[in-house]
């Protein structure tokens, strides 16, 4: 069973910071490339981030980057993406998705695992 659990959400002010936490689980599921998304009221999903696990390669999204930082705890299965210098324009759910195409790719069909989501809402 493949799971992935988000957790680390809240209400913030523009300028603060958050964690976000992807806790994993699933026998193979390890090994999958592990990305963040965000949806905001009435846009379309948006990659944030996304981790290899073995290699730590990472990547991240134009609108966030500079700011956000992904990362990844492999005793954990835990992938953190860490947020900085908030803005009312970063508010949305949050997901954590995995893919078992070996991929890290920012286009959110390529996953096929996702997680319940958690809200991130800034003001301002």
Do not use: H
């Not at 390890?30 to 948006?46: C, D, I, N, T």
């Not at 947020?83 to 009312?88: C, D, Q, T």
């Not at 893919?99 to 958690?118: C, F, K």
């Amino acid at each position: 069973q493949v799971q992935l659990v988000e957790s680390g959400g809240g209400l913030v002010q523009a300028g603060d910071s958050l964690r976000l936490s992807c806790a994993t689980s699933g026998r193979t599921f390890s090994s999958y490339p592990v990305g963040w998304f965000r949806q905001a009221p009435g846009k379309e999903r948006e990659f944030v981030a996304g981790i290899r696990w073995s290699s730590g390669d990472t990547a991240v999204g134009d609108s966030v980057k500079g700011r956000f930082t992904i990362s990844r705890d492999n005793a954990k299965k835990t992938v953190y993406l860490q947020m900085n210098s908030l803005k009312p324009e970063d508010t949305g759910v949050y997901y954590c998705a995995a893919t078992s195409r070996m991929v890290l790719a920012s286009t959110p069909r390529i996953y096929d695992y996702w997680g319940q989501g958690t809200q991130v809402t800034v003001s301002s």
